[in-house]
């Protein structure tokens, strides 16, 4: 598969993904109901002097945010219309987190988005492609592996600086130590609302008694977390850290407690990778 | 081509300042969840939201039903962002109209009051109790003081 078929591909994918999990519900248009004396800038927040006044066109430009995945997604006039759709959602994420609550797992979708809507992701598998034919310039194949890498590259960044974090502010102690065991156990007590199948299971609960084997998984997460970077290096990496991190944070999900769907947009950035590595194995195995 | 490589240095240089900084500055983030160390033995300490009704007696606020978008965490956190007790206490208020204004007049549900409790947590009976029930029931057992009150 060509960079650019790969490119259009990731693009169809991962806004599809971003609408379906992050920006389809009421979530971010009902910051416009929240008091502004919660209001606790962030970033370039700080610029805003009046954010009832932000916050009174807060729906109104969710609205255009939600309607112009549709036209990046189907890639018509991904061009003119995909740094309107990223510039919006930067600027909706960021109000959304300044009222002095942060929700992490948005930060690297923003992040990702930003060199996919500055790119000729609308080159293939788009009604742009079909209607302008043959009077699309032909991309610069460098920018857009340069594009899916910088992509990958914000996937890395997340899990290596969490662990990265865990080195510097916890020390080998985070591992030797309870820490693990006891943020198991303390799980419930962050998410007291609501079902979730990981309190059904009392998993968290269960791997209380097992303090060694809390001490052995809290190692495995500071390598996975730290080697994350390694599955830019080439595809056999991918598919091995990448497969590792998906099972990493589906048991994070099971016993934390914590939700990880907000982040699929960033897993499928990886589906060209696995798709070429195992249709070259297969390949490889025919011949053999 | 220009474009991606700008991308590429923001994209490093901004998580390093996060790191460097040890805080976050949207969209970079060093992301510490989870990341301080947690011993069995320590005595930690953290912050009960409750509601006040007319007859005064207390009870748990849900919040993701009466002040979405925010949740427990979050209102936890938006709440005591800043240590100015003069703010904290003008949050508090805003967010017990927010709650109030979201219900039907005369209905039972209106608080009369919201409070922000400091809870000394007994860690080990909370973890007793986990273990027996296999869920939260609130913070049983613990040493609270009142920080904070806002009165409708």
């Not at chain 1, 990880?260 to 070259?280: A, E, Q, R, T």
């Not at chain 2, 979405?68 to 508090?92: G, H, M, R, V």
Request: proline letters at 5%.
């Amino acid at each position: 598969m060509s960079s650019l078929r790969q490119l259009g591909l990731v693009r169809i994918l991962f806004f599809s993904c971003q609408f379906l999990f992050m920006a389809r519900g009421p979530f971010f248009s009902m910051w416009s109901e929240v008091p502004v004396a919660l209001w606790y800038p962030n970033g370039l927040m700080s610029l805003i002097a009046d954010p009832a006044l932000v916050q009174s066109y807060l729906p109104t430009l969710v609205t255009f945010w939600k309607v112009s995945f549709l036209f990046v997604i189907l890639g018509l006039g991904y061009k003119y219309v995909a740094p309107l759709n990223v510039l919006a959602g930067f600027f909706i994420v960021n109000f959304s987190h300044s009222f002095g609550s942060q929700i992490h797992i948005y930060l690297p979708i923003v992040l990702a988005s930003l060199p996919l809507a500055f790119s000729p992701a609308g080159a293939k598998y788009s009604l742009d492609s079909l209607i302008l034919k043959n009077r699309m310039a032909t991309p610069n194949e460098k920018a857009v592996k340069l594009t899916l890498f910088n992509m990958r590259l914000v996937f890395c960044v997340v899990y290596f600086s969490a662990g990265l974090s865990k080195i510097l502010r916890g020390g080998l102690s985070w591992v030797t130590g309870d820490s693990l065991r006891n943020y198991l156990i303390s799980a419930p007590l962050n998410y007291p609302e609501g079902y979730h199948i990981g309190k059904e299971l009392a998993w968290n609960i269960a791997l209380y008694d097992w303090p060694i084997l809390c001490r052995v998984l809290a190692g495995l997460t500071l390598i996975l977390e730290l080697s994350a970077p390694l599955a830019l290096l080439g595809r056999g990496y991918s598919v091995v850290i990448i497969t590792c991190l998906m099972i990493f944070q589906i048991s994070i999900y099971l016993t934390v407690l914590v939700n990880f769907i907000s982040y699929l947009p960033l897993y499928v950035v990886w589906i060209p990778v696995f798709y070429s590595y195992f249709k070259d194995w297969r390949h490889r195995r025919a011949r053999s | 081509m220009f474009f991606q490589k700008i991308f590429t240095v923001i994209i490093i240089l901004g998580t390093v300042v996060a790191h460097f900084r040890n805080e976050d500055f949207f969209p970079f983030s060093n992301y510490p969840m989870y990341s301080r160390v947690f011993e069995t033995d320590q005595k930690t300490h953290g912050y009960d939201i409750k509601g006040v009704n007319y007859d005064g007696t207390e009870r748990s606020i849900f919040v993701f039903r009466y002040l979405y978008p925010l949740w427990s965490y979050a209102l936890q956190t938006s709440l005591l962002a800043e240590e100015d007790d003069q703010k904290i206490n003008l949050k508090l208020n805003a967010v017990l109209k927010m709650h109030n204004d979201r219900l039907p007049l005369g209905d039972p549900r209106i608080l009369a009051g919201m409070r922000i409790y400091e809870v000394k947590l007994d860690w080990p009976t909370i973890v007793d109790n986990l273990r027996r029930t296999k869920k939260f029931e609130g913070y049983l057992g613990t040493d609270r003081k009142i920080l904070y009150e806002a009165v409708r």
